[in-house]
């Protein structure tokens, strides 16, 4: 073969491989760039999981403050009914509300945890405290002074939730 005819053959190699080198480059870099931001749109969907757990947590401690707890169901229930329908309504929203403790701190799950079983056991203690001849009236009013008359554990809590989400974000 003539060097001369080979001529157009090694030009067009010379061309290519650069050209070929730098498309290569090209295509390692999009892919790099896609799994970064594959990565933070990953990394920004845990963080709004999580922060979806500590507004469902803070929304929990709320609805199971005294204050709020009081004003549920019916006026005419006897006291014992009235603390069972409680106990089980807090228990129920807790259980439906369990899955977030993969979301938040352990710290702030057990707060979570030590707020229900206080609320619980405060409910049991006042109608311990009561006579026999107590109206539900009676049980209401004792169980919020006693709830503010004591340590606000939920309040606590809930500023403990707003740090962690804080840090988070």
């Known amino acids: 073969m ?6 157009p053959y090694a030009f067009a190699l010379i061309i290519a491989f650069p050209i070929i080198f730098l498309l290569r480059q090209f295509v390692f870099t999009y892919i790099n760039l896609k799994n970064k ?3 933070l749109l990953a990394v920004k969907a845990n963080g709004d999981l999580k922060m979806q757990a500590y507004e469902r947590m803070t929304l929990f401690l709320e609805r199971i403050k005294p204050s709020n707890l009081v004003n549920k169901f019916d006026k005419d229930l006897a006291i014992h009914e009235f603390i069972y329908l409680l106990e089980k309504n807090i228990k129920e929203e807790f259980e439906y509300n369990s899955s977030q403790q993969l979301y938040i701190s352990r710290n702030s799950w057990e707060n979570v945890v030590a707020s229900k079983n206080n609320v619980i056991q405060l409910m049991r203690k006042t109608y311990e405290s009561l006579s026999n001849t107590a109206s539900l009236q009676d049980f209401k009013t004792i169980f919020l002074m006693n709830y503010v008359n004591g340590e606000d554990f939920i309040a606590n809590t809930i500023e403990d ?5 804080i840090l988070l974000s």
């Open 2 to 7: 003539n060097f001369e005819n080979m001529l």
């Open 37 to 39: 931001e594959l990565k």
């Open 161 to 165: 939730l707003r740090k962690d989400a």
